[in-house]
């Protein structure tokens, strides 16, 4: 029994061995017949008048990258040729049934499709597939390619902007009259660059949002021009700014909102407050480096995140000068500036309510000279003259008890007869009764004119200080507004800069399968 089995196997595999021999010998027989007298330079058409229809089909597995500063597109495709060689058909039921038969690219006639706009020289594929023969005489080659193609890069929206990258293809050796290109037509025509989720990898930084396809005659040229008939593969390419946000945006927009703290400093703090600004303003212009080194180097247009940095450079420098502004009204005095009523009234009386605060001028400061003398600024001052007013006029025999009008020699009688009516009389009467008594009013006088003169420098110094600071409350709101405002308007600009709807203007179709 074992040996029978043996037997049995060993014949069943020299019968295979002789099937496998005799069908490689009709592949080579067949081959053998296909190619004599083949010559792969001579167009397969019977007539020269022929056209040879060649179909194209793209499909991408990878979106490697976007070069923006290169302005280069890297594509990893495969590239699908179908066209039909009459000289290569045969009668399957003469070779056993071999419908298909795998030959080297270099041993047939080739259509020479070539990416037109390629960057770096390289016209071929990236390697040399066999081409499959049919029976019919219908050729299949698919090769596989890395692409590097030109693409033209709008930046008005960086890094909210999408890019139309284009792939061309044309024949580098047939015209229009030898060589007819078509999109490959499937269950319908493929109008589209054709994506197999499976094999193909989503890109980190682009999304894919239009991918048609689509044959252009350029009617400026004849059909025995090249450049006659092309194929189109757009790649219509959204950014996904997250990168962009997390890394350049936001970081610039938190440290140029730290220049408006500086309004929060006391309004003579100006050097600090213009080392802030200026601290800020070289952040800025580190930001903007590494922005123009992604970029191309373009004068056509001006990135959406450079204008925003350029906005905010223009508020921090505002906001540096606005600060020196400051600064100098804050350190003026009376012997350097005279300060008028005009701006007394505007920053100490309206800017105060227009911000919702109370005058800094009391209402019933006196704001006008009398008699050559400058009014104290202060109700608080009336009320000082006043006191001392009242002490002059006061005899002072009254503030003394008996025993002390005795010793110093004024009786009753005498004082009786000053005059106390008003501080000029009252003057005159001591100046007669006692000349000590006026040497020591003169010095008091002086002393009081010293007191109140220096109330009048420091009550004005003050009011200098208080401008300053309305100037530094009305500038903090300006620039505030206008860093909220300008910030929400340009990004709301790149917002609305959206892919549309259809890939091609004046068309309603997707070109989707």
Avoid at 150 to 162: K, L, S, V
Avoid at 347 to 354: I, K
Avoid at 451 to 461: A, C, K, V
Wanted: charged content about 20%; aromatic content about 12%.
């Amino acid at each position: 029994m074992a040996a029978r089995s043996f037997w049995t196997l060993l014949a069943a595999l020299v019968l295979g061995t002789f099937a496998v021999k005799v069908e490689c010998n009709e592949e080579s027989q067949l081959i053998s017949d296909l190619f004599k007298g083949y010559n792969k330079n001579i167009r397969p058409v019977e007539h020269p008048e022929d056209k040879v229809d060649v179909q194209i089909k793209l499909t991408l597995t990878n979106l490697i990258s976007l070069n923006e500063k290169e302005e280069t597109l890297t594509t990893n495709v495969w590239i699908e040729i179908q066209w039909t060689d009459y000289r290569l058909a045969w009668n399957t039921s003469d070779y056993y049934g071999i419908d298909i038969v795998r030959v080297p690219c270099n041993t047939v006639w080739l259509p020479d499709i070539v990416l037109e706009n390629n960057i770096d020289g390289k016209f071929d594929v990236a390697y040399y597939a066999n081409v499959l023969i049919s029976n019919t005489g219908w050729m299949y080659w698919l090769p596989p390619a890395i692409y590097r193609s030109t693409c033209a890069i709008e930046i008005t929206y960086f890094p909210f902007d999408f890019q139309n990258c284009t792939l061309v293809f044309r024949s580098q050796t047939y015209s229009a009259n030898e060589l007819d290109l078509n999109l490959a037509v499937g269950d319908q025509k493929i109008e589209w660059v054709d994506i197999d989720p499976e094999a193909f990898t989503e890109n980190g930084e682009w999304a894919i949002v239009h991918r048609p396809a689509r044959k252009l005659i350029n009617a400026r040229y004849s059909p025995d021009d090249l450049e006659y008939q092309e194929i189109y593969y757009n790649l219509i390419i959204q950014r996904k700014p997250l990168f962009y946000i997390i890394n350049i945006i936001l970081p610039c927009s938190l440290i140029s909102s730290l220049v408006v703290l500086a309004y929060f400093l006391p309004a003579q703090a100006g050097g600090q407050k213009l080392t802030v600004s200026i601290s800020v303003l070289l952040a800025q212009t580190v930001f903007l480096f590494l922005i123009a080194q992604k970029v191309p180097e373009t004068s056509l247009s001006v990135p959406l995140i450079g204008k925003y940095l350029i906005f905010v450079m223009c508020v921090t420098t505002f906001i540096a000068t606005n600060q020196i502004v400051v600064l100098n009204f804050s350190l003026r005095s009376p012997n350097t500036h005279t300060m008028s009523q005009t701006i007394k009234h505007v920053f100490l009386e309206m800017v105060p309510r227009f911000l919702g605060m109370s005058p800094l001028v009391d209402d019933g400061e006196v704001q006008a000279e009398v008699n050559g003398l400058k009014e104290r600024r202060r109700s608080s001052f009336g009320l000082m003259q006043r006191a001392e007013e009242y002490v002059l006029k006061q005899p002072r025999s009254e503030m003394m008890f008996d025993k002390q009008r005795e010793r110093h020699g004024l009786t009753g009688s005498y004082v009786d007869d000053i005059d106390v009516s008003s501080t000029a009389n009252l003057y005159k009467s001591l100046a007669q009764a006692a000349p000590e008594i006026k040497q020591c009013v003169d010095a008091c006088n002086f002393i009081a004119e010293s007191t109140r003169q220096q109330n009048d420098i420091g009550s004005e110094m003050e009011s200098w200080v208080l401008i300053g600071k309305m100037i530094d409350k009305v500038c903090f709101w300006a620039a505030m507004l206008l860093f909220a405002l300008g910030t929400v308007a340009i990004f709301l600009t790149g917002h609305f800069n959206q892919v549309p709807e259809f890939p091609f203007p004046g068309q309603s179709k997707r070109y989707a399968p």
